[in-house]
Every structure is written in C-alpha cells, then in structure tokens.
T-cell receptor
C-alpha cells in the first residue's frame, strides 16, 4: 500500500519559469511533511518541511502548500534554475503517541530545468 | 558540522556472498536509520535505532539482513546471503531524536550491485 504517491515520474520546465511538484497521501494520521532533493550518486538532502497546522511554508524560491482536506501537497520552485534539476521526494510522518517518526517516501519526481 | 558518513560508497558482489555497510551519524544524533532505495522507487525504512535500541525493524528481511548499533553511535548493516533483488542504494540517516516532526539527514549512500 503506497501511502505517499508522486504520480508524475518526471517534469520538464524552462529556466525562470515555475516548477510545481505534486504529492498525495492516504494516511490521515500524517501531520508532518518534507521535501528532499536528490542529485545522482548523492543521498537525499532536506529541502523544506511543513506541519499540518500550516497550509503554506516558504523558504526563498521554495514554497510548500498543504491541502489537508484533499490530502495533497505541492512544492513550488520560482524561478526555476538549471541547478534545480534533480529527483524530488515527498515524505510524511506521524506525530502521534507511539509513532516513531519514521518517514514514508513517495516514488520521486525527476525535474529537469532547461536553460 | 560533519554529516552522516557511510562506507563503502560502492560494492559489487556475487549472489550468495555477504556484504557489510558502515555508518557514522551526525554527532549527537540519538536516532539512526537504514533505508533501502531501489532504482525508480523512494527510500524504504529497513531499521530504526534510538541510541542502541531497535525502535522499528518491521520491514527488515531478518532471514538475510542484520543491523547493530553498539554503543549507540556507529552502525553496521549486513546482508548474508545476498540476492539479486538486494541491488539498491543503502542510505544511512540520523536525526536528533525519535518521534514525529523530525527532520532526517541522509548520508551519500552505499551502492550495492549483486550479480
């Protein structure tokens, strides 16, 4: 059972435009969401996170939006740069009693930003 | 601050052989994770330690995989005997604590090819 889904395996955008990466989840107990970026031959690096008490979190060019009713989150990158080309993973965890805080990952979306 | 260190970076072995991976987490981080990432998929948790105790090993194939974190710092993950489907990146990660709302930091990964 895939609790976190990234339905778009790949996305291609032009430099300077907006990149929008989407993620859906099924477990209503998830209350903390993260985005990781992964370059080839490297481990995932933390990008941005959001708690379920918020619907938006912004950090520079990166903004994450959370729609709890739709169980959907998205990552917006504006403006996109060629260096943003990487695989982006969405991840989720639960805060509740007894939860270990382990992250459940989506399958990833490969973003290509063309110069 | 030094990140999560892993070795070896790359390993090629024949099926039925054994292999061991080593991890040194970020200094002071109590929680250590081993994730498996198969090409085209998101990372999947194999085992989670809090100090030197196991918090979650529900997805660890215990007939062939073992892991330990003696003294609550370094950790080793062993596969014996290896199968072709074990070809993956083995990612070690750490976080300051266990529980929700936690950001996990990854090492660069150990790439295993089983032939």
């Amino acid at each position: 059972d895939q609790q976190v889904k990234q339905n778009s395996p790949s996305l291609s955008v032009q430099e300077g435009r907006i990149s929008i990466l989407n993620c859906d989840y099924t477990n209503s107990m998830f209350d903390y969401f993260l985005w990781y970026k992964k370059y080839p031959a490297e481990g995932p690096t933390f990008l941005i996170s959001i708690s379920s008490i918020k619907d938006k979190n912004e950090d520079g060019r990166f903004t994450v939006f959370l729609n709890k009713s739709a169980k959907h989150l998205s990552l917006h990158i504006v403006p996109s740069q060629p260096g943003d080309s990487a695989v982006y993973f969405c991840a989720a965890s639960s805060h509740g009693s007894g939860n270990t805080g382990k992250l459940i990952f989506g399958q990833g979306t490969t973003l290509q930003v063309k110069p | 601050e030094a990140g999560v260190a892993q070795s070896p970076r790359y390993k090629i072995i024949e099926k039925r052989q054994s292999v061991a991976f080593w991890c040194n987490p970020i200094s002071g981080h109590a929680t250590l994770y081993w994730y498996q990432q198969i090409l085209g998929q998101g990372p999947k948790l194999l085992i989670q330690f809090q100090n030197n105790g196991v918090v979650d090993d529900s997805q660890l194939p215990k007939d062939r995989f073992s892991a330990e974190r003696l003294k609550g710092v370094d950790s080793t993950l062993k596969i014996q005997p290896a199968k072709l489907e074990d070809s993956a990146v083995y990612l070690c990660a750490s976080s300051p604590r266990t529980g929700g709302g936690n950001t996990i930091y990854f090492g660069e990964g150990s790439w295993l090819t089983v032939v």
